[in-house]
T-cell receptor
Framework: GAGVSQSPRYKVAKRGQDVALRCDPI?????LFWYQQALGQGPEFLTY????????KSGLPSDRFFAERPEGSVSTLKIQRTQQEDSAVYLC???????????FGPGTRLLVL | KNEVEQSPQNLTAQEGEFITINCSYS?????LHWLQQHPGGGIVSLFM???GKKKHGRLIATINIQEKHSSLHITASHPRDSAVYIC??????????????FGKGTLLTVNP
C-alpha cells in the first residue's frame, strides 16, 4: 500500500517568507510525528499528534513553527518568517499503534536564502 | 554529551566484509531502533528491539540493556548497503515514551 508522502519534496524560500509543508500519513495511522534534520545530523523531534490532538510540541524551535492535523489524517507544518537556520530536511513519520515502529516519509528539503 | 552516541561516524568497507556499527545510550529505554537512510532523505526502519537479538536477512541487531549498548551487524556487505545508519532510543519516561532520540548516524560506504 501507499507509504507516508510529503510535499513539496523541495522548497526554496526567501528569508522572511512563510512556508507550509504537508504530510499524508499512512491511512489509519493514529500517531504522527514531525522531525527536523540538519545537514549531517540525526533527526530531531519537533512535535507529536495522536489523531487530531497535538500532544507534544516541545521540540518546536520557536513560535514561528506551527503544526496542525485538524481531521486526524493530513498534517501541515507551517514556518512563518523563515530564517536561514530553518534550512533542513523536515521529516514526517506515522505509526498505527504506540508499540509499533514508525514509517517515515521522504522528507521535504527546505532551503532558506 | 549526547544521549545517543554512535561509532564510527564514517565507515568504508570492501564488498563482502563483516560490518559492525555501535550505539551507546545514556537514558532508560523501552526500545532501541535502527534505521537506514539513503541519499535523498528516505528513512527505513530496520529493527525495533528491547532485548536480545533480531535478524533480518544479512542484518543482525543486538542489544545489551545492562550496558546500554546496541550493535548493528551486516554480514557479506554489498555496495547497495551504502547508506547512513541511525540508532534511535525510545525513552521509557512515562508519558513521553513515544519520543525518539536519534544518534548522528554512521555513513557506511561499501566499495565493490
Amino acid at each position: 500500500g501507499a507509504g507516508v508522502s510529503q510535499s513539496p519534496r523541495y522548497k526554496v524560500a526567501k528569508r522572511g517568507q512563510d512556508v507550509a509543508l504537508r504530510c499524508d500519513p499512512i491511512s489509519g495511522h493514529v500517531s504522527l510525528f514531525w522531525y527536523q534534520q540538519a545537514l549531517g545530523q540525526g533527526p530531531e523531534f519537533l512535535t507529536y499528534f495522536q489523531n487530531e490532538a497535538q500532544l507534544d510540541k516541545s521540540g518546536l524551535p520557536s513560535d514561528r513553527f506551527f503544526a496542525e492535523r485538524p481531521e486526524g489524517s493530513v498534517s501541515t507544518l507551517k514556518i512563518q518568517r523563515t530564517q536561514q537556520e530553518d534550512s533542513a530536511v523536515y521529516l514526517c513519520a506515522s505509526k498505527p499503534l504506540p508499540q509499533e515502529t514508525q514509517y517515515f516519509g521522504p522528507g521535504t528539503r527546505l532551503l532558506v536564502l | 554529551k549526547n544521549e545517543v552516541e554512535q561509532s564510527p561516524q564514517n565507515l568504508t568497507a570492501q564488498e563482502g566484509e563483516f560490518i559492525t556499527i555501535n550505539c551507546s545510550y545514556s537514558v532508560g529505554i523501552s526500545a532501541l531502533h535502527w534505521l537506514q537512510q539513503h541519499p535523498g532523505g528516505g528513512i527505513v526502519s530496520l529493527f525495533m528491539l528491547s532485548s536480545g537479538k533480531k535478524k533480518h536477512g544479512r542484518l543482525i541487531a543486538t542489544i545489551n540493556i545492562q550496558e546500554k549498548h546496541s550493535s548493528l551487524h551486516i554480514t557479506a556487505s554489498h555496495p547497495r548497503d551504502s547508506a547512513v545508519y541511525i540508532c534511535a532510543a525510545q525513552k521509557n519516561s512515562g508519558g513521553s515514551n513515544y519520543k525518539l532520540t536519534f544518534g548522528k548516524g554512521t555513513l557506511l560506504t561499501v566499495n565493490p
